[in-house]
């Protein structure tokens, strides 16, 4: 990409931890965003329908919460100053960020525009239904603006930010039916009031569909909070050297959000598709309790053997999700040569899972693993190379 900045990987001392959780994400994002049928998947690969948590629902918020860390760990660099070098840095790495995600989708909307039968040309000009929020909008818009937040206010206050992000935001649920699956749903309109309905994205349930982002424009203030609290945990962690204080304070930490959380759960259902803040609270209290637990397995008993397969994703994550998202759409749109099909040409997908894995397994929710697994592998060999050869591409 020719966006990226590519660098040799440092050898400052680090938390081992930090990057084994980050690539324990990104790895679990790409397992489950590629499986080889969506209608033949585990139950604990798939997202809740609506209300609920599964073991899905979890990666995409971890990796936020260490993003959250490694914003405080990037911006200690700059001892939290407002400059504006550094205002420009952050800002120019979060157009970057935004604008790999629009170009993501637009990739996909132009092989299948072109598979469709449109003109090259047509297929290109899609701008008036791409998707403008996704994954990677939205981890850009949190980063920018919990970075802007950390360099502008005294860290101080950032719990009363926070806490007054997810008060304002339940507050909106409460009055405008936030939790109902419905096009009245007051994330829906809103949503729909800014970016179209072209630019949404399409969510189901039981048959029903509607126009609904789970990564839509009014959900991302309370992932800006989700961000901040693994700023403050950060923060919070790096008061000192101690791995065994780290550890500590994390679990603390961890089990009083999770509790918390769990526990308003009765009255304000936690929901991943609205980012409710109980969503918000129990994941990153989760987080922190699997960071604590990692950081001391991994930093302080030392057991590291297990740890490079995760460590090759953990060094270079958005770059390898963004490359298992290309591939994917590659996988999913290009056609190739088919003799047997009907219209005498196929997708790579579906030959290497209707025609290769189902046949070998017999079991479709088995091959449907067994192709995630394979996305993984190939993802990693790729991040396996520049492990090797120590560098970092940062977007």
């Not at 911006?75 to 407002?82: E, G, I």
């Not at 507050?171 to 800014?194: H, K, M, P, Q, Y």
């Not at 072209?198 to 569909?209: L, N």
């Not at 079991?363 to 990693?380: C, E, G, H, M, R």
Request: with cysteine; aromatic share 14%.
């Amino acid at each position: 990409m020719t966006t990226a900045q590519v660098q040799p990987k440092k050898t400052r001392q680090r938390l081992l931890a930090l990057d084994i959780m980050r690539g324990i994400t990104i790895a679990g994002m790409i397992l489950v965003n590629n499986p080889g049928s969506w209608g033949n998947k585990y139950a604990p690969l798939g997202h809740a329908d609506w209300n609920g948590l599964t073991p899905t629902d979890l990666v995409f918020p971890f990796f936020m919460f260490i993003m959250g860390i490694s914003t405080f760990i990037s911006l200690r660099k700059y001892n939290f100053s407002f400059t504006w070098p550094t205002l420009w840095k952050i800002i120019r790495r979060t157009v970057v960020i935004f604008a790999i995600g629009l170009a993501v989708a637009w990739l996909g909307l132009f092989l299948s525009g072109i598979n469709g039968g449109k003109a090259v040309w047509d297929a290109a000009m899609n701008f008036d239904s791409i998707r403008i929020l996704g994954v990677m909008p939205r981890l850009a818009i949190c980063y920018g603006s919990a970075s802007i937040i950390a360099i502008l206010l005294k860290h101080k206050y950032l719990p009363t930010v926070i806490v007054s992000m997810l008060v304002l935001y339940t507050l909106l649920l409460i009055v405008g039916d936030g939790w109902e699956f419905s096009a009245d749903n007051i994330i829906a309109v809103v949503d729909r009031g800014v970016l179209g309905e072209a630019h949404m994205y399409t969510s189901s349930i039981d048959g029903v569909k509607i126009k609904f982002d789970p990564e839509g424009f009014l959900s991302t203030l309370p992932s800006i909070a989700h961000v901040l609290i693994g700023f403050w945990c950060g923060m919070m962690m790096f008061d000192n050297r101690d791995n065994n204080q780290r550890v500590l304070k994390l679990f603390i930490v961890g089990t009083i959000l999770t509790f918390v959380g769990l526990l308003l759960d009765y009255g304000f259902p936690i929901n991943k598709k609205i980012w409710s803040p109980t969503f918000v609270l129990t994941t990153c209290g989760l987080a922190a309790s699997v960071l604590a637990l990692l950081i001391w397995i991994i930093d302080i008993k030392g057991y590291k053997r297990w740890t490079r397969f995760f460590e090759v994703f953990g060094i270079n994550p958005l770059f390898l999700y963004v490359f298992a998202a290309v591939l994917s759409i590659f996988f999913g749109r290009w056609r190739i040569a088919c003799p047997s099909c009907e219209d005498g040409y196929t997708t790579i997908k579906s030959w290497l899972y209707d025609d290769v894995l189902v046949p070998a397994v017999t079991d479709p929710t088995f091959a449907s693993l067994l192709y995630a697994l394979i996305f993984v592998s190939i993802s990693w060999a790729v991040g396996y190379v520049l492990y090797k050869k120590k560098i970092y591409i940062k977007i």
